[in-house]
């Protein structure tokens, strides 16, 4: 296991020796993370994909970097026939760790045969077509979209899931548990193509022992081979002996049969009634849940224009004011719009490295003081990270100034980190011959005010004395 801030090698205690950072709690996330990835592999071995997607997403979401972890994630993705999602958890993969990476195999498999590439992007397509027709109540056209989805993309879970509801929506009982089947047989404990499987058992009337004698008809059916000409055929004989026993035991199921049919007209149509209604408010919930993630979708759109819409205000601002020789508001106003345009550029650390050039806001108005707020809030904590990691690093290898020019950075959007104060005071330090100065005892002094009890804090008293 690897320290989080200057990657060395950690030991069994509670803080690193290169760097001296904290890492018991981060140690326990690791051994979570890991946890739940190895709960998630053994669901994959027992083929309950969405039980492993969960175990896996909260995996990965404890501990990003589990690179095992995320590419089975995918894998479970890809199997259930969501390449997006895949091959997202597979960039993600390559991005953290690019070299000896799985993840690379994996992309490289999937865009090898573009056809079906482009294939399976087309089944997402009208998916969601199919979803936007369900949602308006277009069940028929729905139900076209995804018989084209499932014969492009086979593995589709969640296009059989929502076939099957429409099915069932249809009261055709019959074509909506082929359809669950199939996506059983894929996902084989997905807890909501089972509710769905039994809603449609119980509003068909099917008993469990019906089905299980069904299925093994049906696979009796699929076994058998057809007969070669070597085959002999023996025809049956004509003659049978009267079996007296038979007639008595066809008498009693005829009976049971007779008691079985003025149950089901009698009490059957009231229990058919409760559970059409159940499952039309099962169908009004999700499609309420479809109507949520079009609304999510529609926001962040709605920020990404607000941003842009920004964008452009600030580059007319930044012209009024040339045109009036504002030089020093013009200055302010350039360089925040240098920083939108990184961030809709998603370059998130350049666009905080912008933000620190402007040294005041005063000036600006309201509008384009909320527009540098929101920039920092988004940006500053990632690149802040970023920039103290890295002065870590060369600080550990003795590049001092080009840490100091790092960390420096860092300071600017995260002041209080004790690790980042304490390495510039290191930096001064070692950069004056190991002697100290005003510089090094001001960063050292704010690290003892900050964190009095912390190691960096012993430290750097150790190096004022």
């Given at each position: 296991m690897k320290c989080y801030r200057c990657g060395s090698e950690l030991s069994e205690l509670s803080y690193c020796n290169q760097?001296?950072?904290e890492v018991g709690a981060y140690k326990k996330i690791i051994i979570m993370s890991n946890t739940y990835y190895n709960m998630g592999l053994q669901k994959v071995q027992i083929r309950d994909l969405s039980g492993a997607a969960e175990l896996l997403k909260r995996s990965v979401g404890l501990y990003k970097k589990n690179i095992e972890a995320r590419n089975l994630l995918g894998l479970v993705y890809y199997e259930m026939g969501e390449v997006v999602n895949a091959l997202k958890e597979w960039v993600i993969s390559k991005n953290l760790e690019?070299?000896?990476?799985?993840a690379d195999k994996y992309i490289r498999d999937v865009q090898s045969n573009q056809n079906r590439f482009e294939a399976l992007n087309q089944?997402?397509?009208?998916?969601?077509?199919?979803l936007n027709y369900a949602n308006t109540g277009k069940v028929d056209m729905a139900i076209i979209q995804l018989k084209k989805v499932i014969n492009i993309n086979e593995k589709f879970v969640k296009g059989y899931q929502l076939l099957g509801l429409l099915y069932l929506y249809k009261e055709e009982y019959d074509k909506a548990r082929r359809i669950l089947s199939k996506a059983l047989d894929i996902d084989g404990y997905n807890t909501l193509t089972i509710k769905y499987l039994e809603e449609t058992k119980e509003l068909a009337g099917i008993t469990a022992k019906e089905l299980k004698k069904e299925q093994a008809r049906e696979k009796k059916k699929e076994e058998r081979q057809a007969l070669s000409g070597n085959d002999v055929i023996i025809p049956k004989s004509t003659y049978k002996e009267v079996n007296y026993s038979f007639f008595t035991f066809l008498y009693v199921v005829i009976g049971i049969l007779i008691g079985a049919a003025m149950v089901f007209f009698l009490v059957?149509?009231?229990r058919v009634k409760d559970a059409r209604t159940e499952q039309s408010d099962s169908l009004k919930s999700y499609m309420e849940d479809i109507a949520k993630l079009n609304?999510?979708?529609?926001?962040?759109?709605?920020?990404?224009?607000s941003l842009t819409s920004e964008k452009e205000s600030l580059s007319a601002r930044v012209t009024e004011l040339e045109n009036q020789n504002a030089v020093d508001n013009t200055a302010v106003y350039n360089t925040l719009l240098d920083a939108v345009t990184l961030y809709l550029n998603n370059d998130r650390t350049g666009c905080a490295d912008k933000l620190t050039e402007i040294t005041s806001t005063e000036g600006l108005s309201a509008q384009y003081v909320n527009v540098y707020n929101t920039l920092t809030t988004q940006t500053y904590p990632e690149a802040a990270t970023t920039h103290i990691n890295n002065g870590g690093r060369l600080a550990n290898s003795g590049q001092w100034e080009a840490a100091l020019t790092e960390l420096l950075l860092g300071e600017k959007m995260s002041p209080n980190d004790v690790y980042c104060l304490y390495n510039i005071g290191k930096c001064?330090?070692?950069?004056n011959g190991q002697q100290i100065e005003e510089n090094s005892k001001k960063y050292f002094e704010k690290v003892i005010e900050i964190a009095p009890n912390s190691e960096h804090a012993g430290w750097a008293r150790s190096r004022l004395n």
């Open positions: 760097c001296g950072a690019p070299e000896g990476n799985l089944s997402i397509r009208k998916y969601n077509v199919a059957t149509p009231a609304i999510t979708n529609s926001d962040l759109e709605k920020q990404i224009e001064y330090y070692e950069l």
